[in-house]
């Protein structure tokens, strides 16, 4: 079953240093590394919307035009997070998509070297994910 949370508790300015406009869509992954995500997430002034799917992430962002970034993994047991990317850039081109993965192998042999996607390989910690969050705020995809 897909299921959508939001955000209860955006974060404040003096938490994160921003404005806390932002918006993030996380589609939930399994493992530790999700509450990193959301930790690192809320620090740098993003509101959090969590997806359980694809399905979920798809009504999300129906739902909530101002997303601004779509973090998901591209091995997602429901379906697949480079299909869901895909839909986003399609749908949605202004949004900056961030994709985790286990094999960089096989997420490059899927999309070639050219998608505007950027691309974080597990396991990754905290400071690898918030220069990849700040990277892509600054990159024109």
Same mark, same amino acid.
């Given at each position: 079953m897909?299921?959508?949370?939001s955000?209860q508790h955006?974060?404040?300015q003096?938490?994160?240093?921003g404005? $806390?406009? @932002?918006?993030?869509?996380?589609v @939930? ?8 995500v ?7 002034g993003?509101?959090?919307l969590?997806a359980?799917?694809?399905?979920a992430?798809?009504r ?7 997303i601004?970034?779509?973090?998901a993994?591209?091995?997602?047991? @429901?379906?697949?997070?480079l ?9 949605f ?9 286990a094999?960089l ?8 070297e050219h %998608?505007?996607f950027?691309i ?7 400071? %690898?994910? @918030?220069?990849?969050?700040?990277g892509?705020? $600054?990159?024109g995809f």
């Amino acid at each position: 079953m897909n299921t959508v949370q939001s955000d209860q508790h955006p974060p404040t300015q003096a938490d994160s240093g921003g404005d $806390g406009s @932002k918006t993030a869509l996380v589609v @939930k992954d399994r493992g530790p590394i999700h509450k990193t995500v959301l930790r690192v997430l809320r620090r740098s002034g993003y509101r959090i919307l969590e997806a359980s799917g694809a399905l979920a992430a798809k009504r999300l962002a129906d739902s909530h035009r101002d997303i601004g970034l779509l973090l998901a993994d591209s091995s997602a047991p @429901k379906a697949s997070g480079l299909a869901l990317a895909r839909w986003f850039r399609a749908r949605f081109p202004g949004t900056k998509i961030l994709l985790t993965t286990a094999s960089l192998w096989e997420l490059l042999s899927q999309t070639g070297e050219h %998608e505007p996607f950027g691309i974080l390989v597990k396991p990754f910690g905290a400071d %690898e994910l @918030k220069r990849m969050v700040r990277g892509l705020a $600054g990159r024109g995809f």
